[in-house]
């Protein structure tokens, strides 16, 4: 049981630049979020999914976009990679969306980002 | 949008010395979670409360949640070199999303 599993761990884009980061999850839950890490800013909620098929954004959503055509992958595109992107990112997988703060959200192991 | 304080925002003590953190708001939570993130780590979960004036003790670590379910207070008896960490707290709002506070950082040295 590998829980919630991210790649890469470290990545260097430039301005301007595309990629996605992968989340996946051996749990079957229902609720994924990506949430961003920056330093003196706490977690900030970019994207999350209750089910596949079903997205919708969080707090800072402009420039991230995200899919969920399984129960088990919510990866994260940055369409263009701006220096304001250099953060940490997690993805989280939660049992339900109902009651999010009852049950526990277990994060992967973040991806270091760096756009310069 | 419904913010969690979290104080004081950095925290050095000894080993064996007790300490008391604290997470609040003006806002209303239906819950609340504290998470201990280490260096390299994603946040991992040490407990949840919903009731107000709930206490759950998990061995050294004491956590309240305020009467009026708008703060919460976590508190190390004894802290040891491994209680080292980023110390986050999390509400549950009326949508059921969850709001991160900035996070209390703790060293205790041995």
């Known amino acids: 049981n590998a829980g919630v599993t991210q790649t890469p761990k470290f990545q260097v884009l430039k301005t301007g630049q595309s990629m996605t980061l992968q989340c996946a999850q051996d749990?079957?839950?229902?609720?994924m979020s990506w949430y961003r890490q920056d330093p003196g800013m706490g977690l900030r909620l970019i994207h999350y999914?209750?089910?596949?098929?079903?997205?919708d954004q969080g707090e800072v959503p402009n420039g991230y976009n995200v899919s969920r055509s399984t129960t088990e992958d919510f990866p994260l595109r940055l369409l263009s990679a701006a220096p304001s992107q250099t953060s940490v990112y997690f993805c989280?997988?939660?049992?339900?969306?109902?009651?999010?703060?009852?049950?526990?959200?277990?994060f992967g192991p973040g991806t270091r980002l760096t756009v310069t | 949008t419904q913010l969690l304080e979290q104080s004081p925002q950095f925290l050095s003590i000894q080993e064996g010395e007790n300490l008391t953190v604290y997470c609040n708001s003006s806002s209303v939570f239906s819950s609340l979670q504290w998470y201990r993130q280490e260096p390299g780590e994603g946040p991992v979960l040490l407990v949840t409360?919903?009731?107000?004036?709930e206490v759950k003790k998990l061995k050294r670590l004491t956590f309240q949640f305020g009467d009026a379910r708008k703060d919460s207070s976590l508190h190390i008896t004894a802290a040891q070199p491994g209680d080292t960490g980023l110390y986050l707290c999390a509400g549950a709002g009326a949508n059921s999303k969850l709001t991160f506070g900035k996070g209390i950082t703790l060293s205790v040295r041995p």
């Open positions: 749990m079957n839950h229902e609720y």
């Open positions: 409360v919903v009731t107000g004036g």
């Open positions: 999914s209750v089910g596949a098929g079903i997205t």
């Open positions: 989280a997988s939660s049992n339900s969306a109902l009651g999010l703060g009852r049950y526990e959200q277990y």
